[in-house]
């Protein structure tokens, strides 16, 4: 079972990023995905979440409005639209799959998790 997380780069602050984090191995097409973030020197902090079929999402304060997370369970992908991207953006994205179908922002309770994928947004 592998989450394989890409679309990172470096970036101008007011920029956007696609991240993807397609799923092999096994389908997670029924069970929620989120996104997690690892600033240097800080914890993992949780970014968005959504369920098993898209019909809910859940978002941190710090990038709601800015930041979109889908899904195409037929790609057993997920994907981070990231907007108007900010200095306090750069970190290692990573993905994650849940056990479960529901929203999750707790990552202690993640099951799965992708490889990271490194976004830098100079200012």
């Known amino acids: 079972v592998q989450l394989q997380a890409s679309g990172g780069g470096l970036v101008q602050a007011g920029d956007s990023l696609r991240l993807s984090c397609v799923a092999s191995?096994?389908?997670?097409?029924?069970?929620?995905m989120g996104w997690f973030r690892q600033a240097p020197g800080k914890e993992r902090e949780f970014v968005a979440t959504i369920t098993w079929n898209g019909d809910g999402t859940y978002y941190a304060n710090s990038v709601k409005g800015r930041f979109t997370i889908s899904r195409d369970n037929a790609k057993n992908t997920v994907y981070l639209q990231m907007n108007n991207l900010k200095a306090d953006d750069t970190a290692v994205y990573y993905c994650?799959?849940?056990?479960?179908?529901?929203?999750?922002?707790?990552?202690?309770?993640?099951?799965?998790w992708g490889q990271g994928t490194l976004v830098t947004v100079s200012s």
């Open positions: 191995g096994r389908s997670f097409c029924n069970n929620g």
């Open positions: 994650a799959a849940a056990p479960r179908g529901g929203l999750m922002a707790d990552g202690g309770l993640y099951a799965y």
